[in-house]
């Protein structure tokens, strides 16, 4: 009997447009790339509903104990829905990768072009402009926003207040911080060491936004949970 639980339908596209497969593939822009991703990550999670339907994953046993086909089930479907899923999460490999070189490419061309001058303080701030350029301002997009800050601990030493919007952490942004699981990942890796953080502060007495850039440094024993000493929301 064959293996009942190997795809054996074709894991091609069946929906959709995909970018990363074709001719041209090279010339496509981040922002291109960033737009397939979520496509993507649009029909992984259509996917998973398809199984929740049928009440299995990704590793749900579709035989019997003694071998033979669950005749509970839509096997045929199930087998075709693992298989695309299966075919998307290498694409999504794919793209994180290119999303990710692209992103330090652009980053390095910035700072070849106007870099940050060094400062003593562990903050800089810089009037909001609107010369930015259209992939920078989507890839500086805040991802976070500050819900509260313990006084005294790391991050109200480093200067964060409530209601400021993380831009990056380090080097996660709201293209990769994967529902902000990345910036925990970040502090754990960085204890005792700075990072990073690029703010975005509203002042809605006179309208403005205030660009920051802070040293944050993750560090146990300040008196408080965690090593941070705020809470984060999804922005």
Known sequence: ?????????????????????????DKLSLMDLIAEKERVESELSALSSVLDSHGVNMNTSLTTFDGYP????????????????IHLRNDYKGLMSRIEAGLHAHHASVRDVAPIPASSSSQVAST????????????????????SVVAGSPADDAGLRAGDGIRRFGNVNWINHEKLSKVAE??????GRNIVVKVARKDAANDTTEELQLQLTPRRNWGGRGMLGCHLLPA
């Not at 069946?14 to 074709?22: A, I, P, V």
């Not at 669950?70 to 695309?84: E, K, S, V």
């Not at 970040?186 to 204890?191: D, I, K, L, P, W």
């Open 186 to 191: 970040a502090v754990q890796r960085n204890e």
């Open 70 to 85: 669950r005749n509970d089930l839509d096997i045929a479907q199930i087998r075709t829905t693992r298989a695309r899923i």
């Open 128 to 147: 909001t402009s609107g010369n930015s350029s259209t992939d920078s301002s989507l890839i500086e997009t805040p991802f976070a926003k500050v819900n």
């Open 1 to 25: 009997m064959d293996d009942i639980h190997t795809p054996t339908v074709p894991s091609g596209p069946t929906t959709g447009r995909s970018l990363t497969n074709g001719a041209g593939e």
